[in-house]
């Protein structure tokens, strides 16, 4: 979904989700439920206290309590070369088996319930845009938990004189929620193994067990690159493949593809890996090897970080010693003696 500078718009205020135009542009992402060459959809304001989050700047990513509601604005365009109509809407969606999953059609879910849009219906020229504004409003008696939606636009077209069959097409925001009283319930995940392989293509691939250990739904993506190889060869930074969605508690393994060209060998691996705002980072030692044989990376220890741990440790706990012991010495006595003229 192609993401660009956002536009101040009027919100409903609730406790933590008010709205502000985004910062500077953002790139596409992967996985975003985006924008094809039919439909364009992109989300024009995010949370205030997400001014630092991407995913708040392409997908609606918000807490609220019962009895709340929140309103954003977003935007539709006509990217063909006529005129259309265009049906927006709100639609379910879950998280399964490590991917957002939209429903079928027009099916709805409990967030989809609470979700009006301001515009249902518009008839647009070629290139022409619209605004809407989507309005959640969660119920006083809404249990605690996330909930998943998407925002659509959807247009279809009609078979044609030249034998063209017809198409809906389809593009939306997606919403991640979270109901329930007081703050946020945390997001974070870990890193498991990581491995090292070579297929059968010569395409080498580093692949990692990420474990979602927080109460919020994640979408990780993040880069990898590799130093000291044979010959002191450097390469990347290389994109993962794909964006992986874990439900809270679940786990899922996340895939980098190197270059066939890379050779066997042992190798410092850089891994970078985030979230949002949530972000892991592994100093690995690999060995790429060759077709049918794999490897589990080895975390690099910074021994020089733990050392110059260990002897601040030392220092402040001399420091605190030596203040004890000024403390429990005994005051001397002065005597004072007149001076005989």
């Given at each position: 979904m192609a993401i660009a500078a956002l536009v101040a718009a009027v919100v409903i205020p609730s406790s933590s989700s008010a709205a502000v135009p985004a910062a500077p542009p953002l790139p596409a992402a992967a996985g975003a439920t985006g924008e094809d060459n039919q439909v364009g959809?992109?989300?024009?304001?995010?949370p205030v206290a997400r001014r630092d989050?991407?995913?708040a700047h392409m997908y609606i990513v918000d807490h609220l309590a019962p009895g709340t509601r929140i309103s954003r604005r977003f935007e539709v365009v006509n990217r063909t070369d006529e005129a259309r109509e265009f049906e927006i809407y709100p639609g379910a969606a879950t998280v399964e088996n490590d991917e957002f999953v939209f429903g079928t059609d027009?099916?709805?879910?409990?967030?989809?319930?609470?979700?009006?849009?301001?515009?249902?219906r518009a008839a647009l020229q070629a290139g022409e845009s619209i605004e809407v504004d989507?309005?959640?409003?969660?119920?006083?008696?809404?249990?605690?938990?996330e909930r998943y939606a998407v925002l659509w636009a959807e247009t279809r077209a009609?078979?044609?004189?030249?034998?063209?069959?017809?198409?809906?097409?389809?593009?939306?925001?997606?919403?991640?929620?979270?109901?329930?009283?007081?703050?946020?319930?945390?997001?974070?995940?870990?890193?498991?193994?990581?491995?090292?392989?070579?297929?059968?293509?010569?395409?080498?691939?580093?692949?990692?067990?990420?474990?979602?250990?927080?109460?919020?739904a994640l979408d990780i993506n993040g880069t990898l690159k590799l130093e000291d190889g044979p010959g002191s060869m450097r390469a990347g930074p290389y994109q993962l493949a794909t964006v992986t969605t874990?439900?809270?508690?679940?786990?899922?393994?996340?895939?980098?593809?190197?270059?066939?060209?890379?050779?066997?060998?042992?190798?410092?691996?850089?891994?970078e890996l985030a979230s949002g705002t949530v972000k892991r980072h592994l100093d690995l030692a690999v060995t790429l090897q060759p077709p049918g044989l794999s490897m589990v990376a080895t975390v690099i220890e910074n021994w020089?970080?733990?050392i110059g741990g260990a002897v601040a440790a030392l220092v402040a706990f001399a420091l605190v010693a030596l203040l004890l012991l000024r403390r429990?010495?005994?005051?001397?006595?002065?005597?004072?003696r007149p001076r005989h003229l």
């Amino acid at each position: 979904m192609a993401i660009a500078a956002l536009v101040a718009a009027v919100v409903i205020p609730s406790s933590s989700s008010a709205a502000v135009p985004a910062a500077p542009p953002l790139p596409a992402a992967a996985g975003a439920t985006g924008e094809d060459n039919q439909v364009g959809i992109r989300l024009l304001e995010a949370p205030v206290a997400r001014r630092d989050d991407p995913r708040a700047h392409m997908y609606i990513v918000d807490h609220l309590a019962p009895g709340t509601r929140i309103s954003r604005r977003f935007e539709v365009v006509n990217r063909t070369d006529e005129a259309r109509e265009f049906e927006i809407y709100p639609g379910a969606a879950t998280v399964e088996n490590d991917e957002f999953v939209f429903g079928t059609d027009r099916e709805t879910n409990e967030l989809s319930s609470w979700t009006k849009v301001s515009v249902d219906r518009a008839a647009l020229q070629a290139g022409e845009s619209i605004e809407v504004d989507a309005l959640i409003e969660v119920p006083k008696q809404a249990s605690r938990g996330e909930r998943y939606a998407v925002l659509w636009a959807e247009t279809r077209a009609a078979p044609d004189k030249k034998g063209n069959i017809g198409a809906i097409r389809r593009a939306g925001i997606r919403v991640y929620l979270s109901v329930g009283p007081g703050g946020e319930p945390i997001s974070s995940f870990d890193i498991g193994d990581v491995t090292a392989s070579r297929g059968d293509d010569g395409v080498p691939r580093i692949s990692a067990v990420v474990h979602n250990t927080g109460e919020r739904a994640l979408d990780i993506n993040g880069t990898l690159k590799l130093e000291d190889g044979p010959g002191s060869m450097r390469a990347g930074p290389y994109q993962l493949a794909t964006v992986t969605t874990l439900a809270p508690g679940a786990s899922g393994i996340v895939v980098a593809a190197l270059d066939a060209k890379l050779p066997d060998g042992a190798w410092r691996l850089e891994l970078e890996l985030a979230s949002g705002t949530v972000k892991r980072h592994l100093d690995l030692a690999v060995t790429l090897q060759p077709p049918g044989l794999s490897m589990v990376a080895t975390v690099i220890e910074n021994w020089w970080g733990w050392i110059g741990g260990a002897v601040a440790a030392l220092v402040a706990f001399a420091l605190v010693a030596l203040l004890l012991l000024r403390r429990r010495r005994p005051a001397t006595a002065t005597t004072y003696r007149p001076r005989h003229l």
